[in-house]
């Protein structure tokens, strides 16, 4: 992922069913490239908020926040503006560790990046580790000699900062 | 409160809208609703002979009125026979309804269900969704009027398009509380905008400096009713009208300052005025491929103003200077409001000198009455035949382009043809729709042979119905377009063009009951053209036509405007 070029657009839509297929669709409809999407519920409950993050050039982007506004079940829509927001992903991870030595090196490195690991079994452990996609890629570099099994990442979930909101009133 | 049907609350919120009409084949997932129809002397349904075309019929009638259309088919193939005519309406922005059956979403026999793949199941929600504004698919009696309420608010408001309902068999069987209402509900809908003032005044001082100003009036003047303001900034700015495709009949072709259309196969002095215009007014139009040809070369020393009422148009396919999202008639009279004051032009300026010239040098009329039975001719002589309120639809391909290039419109909503999606076999159903809508009013479709062919088992329609138009056949056994393409740009390589044993389309005409004639002169011609008005039956009137006749003058593909070849 180019951390330059990567742009994130907040939608808030209505919480019902086909509208996630409906904004997807568009996209891949329209040839614009999703890295990732996630969504969930919003403050309030009727509205979901999805996250999409693209990878296109800024003219791209306005065209794409301007269908995405078209569709009848999107409430609002805009883009995170540059340096005024906060992203996060979650990854699980399953790590090899058949030795002790393996498995202390792995909790090191675990603890260094603000990790947990949250299962152990007698030859892997699996950690949960939260951060932007740079910091995760990292941990996983980390952990190429050691062996990944299993690996899912939920992609971003991001705010504005502040004053810099994307919802809808009350 | 009593309980109705989910039937019998979706006619009744029909006739809430309005409606009078509906074009629709039956089948097994929607006989409720037929049961409901069954001596409701409200809603008069036209038995459509292809769900296609019931689509294009809506579409028509759509076009011809500005009203609403309701097409109405069963589940299954029903639905997705719908979706050409669904898609095309959505690439002409034109206000249809699409009503499906659908398998029950619950019941007693689970294993007849949504999603179960039940017999003459398609997921048309899934289908439609990237060829709809927007669909529905109600699961209670209850939600029906609020949804039937929102489709037809949906499709007429802001930028029109086609909205689906699809209707589980159960919900149209089940019996519910059912409230009469008027509500609408989609919070994230906006029809409207409010118009940015900075760019009004942008744009009336970049009018006001105009030396050679050229208007383009695109589909959306007709949608928004904006001719008479065309007309007038037209007169104040002395301004030469060029129209797109979608636009043609929004400014009158014989008035002194219409060039005509733009485009692949634009009219001459439209494409060189829009090479020459300092300012560019484009109102109502998505600048399409067909319309602008390479984006390079497009009016490219001109300041460019975009009006449009979708948001996403602006800056999609051209950069603009000054961008005015808005209704085109409201947008129009501010612009109008704010010339008033600036403006007093004298009407021998260079600008319009320069227009008639390039008139009369790149498209000259014919003077004398045209003899030869050619397209070019035929075409010109049938606007002399017809009264002024005569509605024409075409098919697709060459009959198309000859038309768009010879067949002066007059008046807006009076030329109908697939611009967009380029539907062959959309014209026959849309002229039927078009009589439906406007009975007093005489409609033609000028048809090729080809596209003709993929519509014609609606003359059982048109004549059963006693909706009376009549088809045009340019005939020349070949399809037409894509063999003048194979002859111009592969060679001469002809395949898969030449359609052999063509129907004699006038015994064809009598099978069906229809009024068959043919033509081999342009007295003949005459003759037919008026029996045909006064017919009270279709009529089908059969012209050959030369096999290698090509429509020029014609941009290449992949060229820009100013390299059109050949002469009008």
Redesign the interface.
């Known amino acids: 992922m180019e951390a330059g070029k990567t742009k994130i657009i907040s939608v808030l839509?209505?919480n019902k069913p086909?509208v996630l297929?409906?904004v997807s669709?568009?996209f891949r409809?329209r040839n614009f490239n999703i890295e990732s999407i996630t969504v969930g519920p919003s403050v309030r409950k009727d509205v979901a908020r999805m996250t999409i993050t693209v990878n296109e050039d800024e003219?791209t982007i306005?065209?794409v926040v301007?269908?995405v506004?078209?569709?009848?079940?999107?409430?609002k829509v805009d883009e995170l503006e540059s340096g005024h927001f906060v992203m996060r992903e979650l990854a699980l991870i399953k790590v090899q560790s058949p030795t002790p030595k393996e498995r202390s090196d792995i909790i090191n490195c675990v603890d260094v990046f603000r990790g947990r690991i949250i299962d152990v079994s007698i030859d892997s452990l699996m950690v949960e580790i939260t951060g932007t996609p740079d910091k995760i890629d990292a941990f996983l570099n980390m952990m190429k000699a050691t062996g990944v099994i299993e690996l899912a990442r939920t992609g971003i979930t991001a705010l504005g900062r502040g004053a810099k909101s994307i919802r809808i009133d009350e | 409160m009593t309980k109705i049907s989910g039937s019998k609350a979706l006619l009744e919120s029909l006739e809430r809208q309005n409606v009078t009409t509906i074009f629709g084949i039956l089948g097994g997932a929607i006989l409720p609703v037929y049961d409901a129809l069954c001596g409701n002397d409200k809603i008069r349904h036209i038995l459509a002979r292809h769900e296609q075309c019931a689509a294009h019929e809506a579409e028509g009638y759509a076009r011809a009125s500005g009203r609403v259309g309701v097409c109405l088919a069963t589940s299954g193939p029903g639905a997705t026979n719908l979706v050409t005519g669904i898609a095309n309406a959505y690439m002409d922005s034109s206000p249809i309804v699409a009503l499906t059956g659908q398998v029950p979403s619950s019941g007693v026999n689970t294993s007849y269900m949504i999603g179960r793949d039940a017999f003459q199941e398609a997921d048309i929600i899934g289908i439609t969704t990237p060829i709809t504004k927007y669909n529905f698919q109600p699961r209670t009696v209850a939600e029906i009027p609020t949804i039937v309420n929102t489709a037809f608010y949906i499709a007429s408001t802001g930028r029109p398009g086609p909205v689906l309902i699809d209707l589980p068999k159960n919900v149209q069987s089940d019996m519910g509380e059912v409230t009469v209402t008027d509500k609408i509900e989609a919070s994230g809908y906006k029809s409207m905008v409010e118009i940015d003032l900075t760019k009004i005044s942008e744009a009336a001082s970049l009018l006001a400096e105009a030396e050679s100003p050229l208007i383009l009036s695109g589909g959306g003047v007709i949608i928004s009713n904006a001719s008479d303001e065309v007309m007038q900034m037209s007169d104040l700015l002395m301004a030469p009208v060029s129209t797109t495709f979608m636009g043609k009949g929004s400014f009158p072709e014989v008035h002194p300052l219409s060039v005509g259309s733009i485009g692949m196969h634009g009219n001459p002095a439209a494409n060189r005025l829009l090479c020459e215009a300092d300012v560019l007014l484009a109102v109502g139009t998505r600048f399409s491929d067909r319309a602008t040809a390479n984006l390079d070369t497009f009016a490219s020393n001109a300041k460019k103003i975009h009006v449009d009422i979708d948001e996403a148009e602006i800056g999609k396919n051209i950069e603009v200077d000054v961008p005015i999202v808005g209704d085109a008639k409201a947008v129009l009279k501010m612009l109008l409001a704010a010339l008033n004051d600036k403006l007093h032009k004298s009407e021998g300026n260079a600008w319009a000198k320069r227009v008639k010239e390039a008139k009369e040098q790149l498209s000259p009329l014919l003077k004398d009455r045209p003899r030869d039975i050619v397209p070019k001719a035929l075409l010109i002589e049938l606007r002399r035949l017809l009264p002024e309120n005569a509605i024409v639809t075409t098919e697709v391909g060459q009959n198309q382009m000859w038309s768009a290039l010879y067949f002066q419109a007059l008046k807006p909503r009076s030329f109908i043809s697939s611009g967009g999606l380029g539907t062959m076999g959309f014209g026959f159903p849309a002229s039927i729709g078009a009589k439906v809508a406007c009975p007093n009013r005489p409609v033609l479709d000028i048809a090729g042979d080809g596209s003709f062919i993929m519509s014609e088992q609606e003359l059982a329609c048109s004549v059963t119905e006693k909706i009376p138009v009549t088809v045009i056949v340019l005939n020349n056994s070949v399809l037409g377009m894509v063999a003048q393409w194979q002859r111009m740009l592969y060679k001469g390589r002809y395949m898969a063009v030449h359609l052999g044993k063509t129907p004699d389309f006038v015994k064809l005409a009598e099978a069906y009951g229809a009024q068959g004639l043919r033509v081999t002169s342009m007295e003949e011609f005459q003759k037919a053209v008026k029996e045909a008005l006064n017919s009270t039956v279709t009529t089908v009137i059969d012209v050959p036509i030369g096999s290698e006749q090509d429509v020029v003058p014609f941009v290449p593909p992949g060229c820009g405007l100013p390299q059109q070849r050949g002469d009008y």
């Open positions: 839509v209505e086909g297929y409906g669709n568009l409809r003219k306005i065209q301007k269908q506004a078209k569709l009848v079940d999107v409430l």
